[in-house]
């Protein structure tokens, strides 16, 4: 199903990353193309720490909103 609707919108390649902080998954960043891509290591390992640091300024600010 998945497969149809992403050739129906002409998806050719995506990548998802999580935005995580220790094991809680808070959200996903999903990025699609229409062209066929080959895997690119160096923006997926960008991509990632972006995610990462997010991860812990949004747990940060959860925990200053708790204290207050």
């Excluded at 990548?15 to 809680?24: A, L, R, T």
């Excluded at 891509?37 to 991509?47: C, E, F, P, R, S």
Aim: aromatic share 12%; with cysteine; proline share 1%.
């Amino acid at each position: 199903l998945r497969r149809e609707e992403a050739n129906r919108l002409g998806l050719r390649s995506a990548f998802s990353v999580p935005i995580s902080y220790k094991d809680n998954y808070m959200a996903w960043v999903v990025f699609f193309n229409d062209k066929f891509t080959k895997k690119d290591i160096h923006l997926i390992n960008l991509v990632e720490s972006i995610c990462r640091q997010l991860g812990y300024e949004i747990r940060r600010r959860n925990s200053e909103e708790q204290l207050q």
